[in-house]
C-alpha cells in the first residue's frame, strides 16, 4: 500500500525558511513522479512543484519560482520542498501527491496523496 507522510511544516516569520519532507513507503520511488500541493484556507488546492521520477524534470508555479525548490533521495525513499523567502500568503496545508506519470503531476491529477502538514507564515 503507498503511503506519504509530510513533515516539517510548523510556523515561521515572514522571510523565513522551512523544509518540508514527504517520506514514501510501499512503493519505489524512484518509479513515481511527486508533486507538492497547498490549500490555503478558504482557496482551493494548488500545485507547487512537480519532480520527476529521477529529478531530471521540475516545474514549480509562478508564485513560488526562484523560492522553493523541489529535491528528492531517492535512496532514502524522500522528497523534499525547501521554502525559502516565506510570505505570508504562503500559509496553507501542503501535501505531497505520487504517481508514476509525471505528465500526471503536471495535470494535478496523481493517484496517491499524503495527510498534509501545515505552514503558517506570520510575524
Known amino acids: 500500500q503507498l503511503q506519504l507522510v509530510e513533515s516539517g511544516g510548523g510556523l515561521v516569520q515572514p522571510g523565513g525558511s522551512l523544509r518540508l519532507s514527504c517520506a514514501v513507503s510501499?512503493?519505489?520511488?524512484?518509479?513515481?513522479?511527486i508533486g507538492w500541493f497547498r490549500r490555503a484556507p478558504g482557496k482551493g488546492r494548488e500545485r507547487v512543484s512537480c519532480i520527476s521520477s529521477r529529478g531530471g524534470r521540475t516545474n514549480y508555479a509562478d508564485s513560488v519560482k526562484g523560492r522553493f525548490t523541489s529535491s528528492r533521495d531517492n535512496a532514502k525513499n524522500t522528497v523534499y520542498l525547501q521554502m525559502n523567502s516565506l510570505k505570508p500568503e504562503d500559509t496553507a496545508v501542503y501535501y505531497c501527491?505520487?504517481?508514476?506519470?509525471?505528465?500526471?503531476?503536471?495535470?494535478?491529477?496523481?493517484?496517491?496523496w499524503g495527510q498534509g502538514t501545515q505552514v503558517t507564515v506570520s510575524s
Open positions: 510501499g512503493f519505489t520511488l524512484d518509479s513515481y513522479a
Open positions: 501527491a505520487a504517481d508514476v506519470s509525471y505528465e500526471r503531476c503536471l495535470a494535478n491529477s496523481l493517484s496517491s
